[in-house]
């Protein structure tokens, strides 16, 4: 989803959303965060960033009442940490690789064992997937 103000649009997405943060201005982050770990209610809630801005948004939102189990709910630094580059190319991968391994991770689990049965888990990315894009360059 790409909207102008995408704050807005994160309470009326589904629960078991899939929330993708990365923008260019720390402040979007900080009200879209604060935003989807209020929902408490989602699949994946990953903010672009290093461990550096994670701490620091750790502290302004510990400072706003989250809790350490809702903080640990957010994924960041997003990405499989094999990719080290910082190139966007780079990160672009990592984060599509950490995607890819969330989809795979109960493939099959509930089918017998040889079965070529497709299951309800197969497939958990077909939740609703929300993504913001921002033009703000600050």
Not at 10 to 18: G, K, R
Not at 36 to 60: M, P, Q
Not at 122 to 134: H, R
Request: charged content about 25%.
């Amino acid at each position: 989803m790409v909207n102008e103000f995408p704050v807005d649009e994160v309470e009326d997405l589904p629960a078991n959303s899939y929330f993708i943060v990365m923008t260019h201005n720390h402040q979007l982050d900080q009200q879209l965060s604060e935003k989807i770990l209020a929902r408490d209610d989602f699949s994946y809630f990953g903010l672009i960033g290093s461990a550096t801005k994670r701490k620091k948004f750790e502290h302004r939102l510990t400072a706003k009442g989250f809790s350490r189990e809702q903080l640990d709910k957010m994924t960041c630094p997003m990405g499989i940490p094999e990719v080290k580059g910082k190139l966007p190319v780079e990160i672009a991968v990592a984060v599509a690789a950490e995607f890819i391994a969330l989809y795979n991770r109960n493939f099959g689990a509930s089918a017998k064992p040889g079965s070529k049965e497709r299951t309800s888990t197969d497939q958990p990315l077909k939740k609703s997937s929300a993504v913001w894009q921002s033009d703000n360059t600050h």
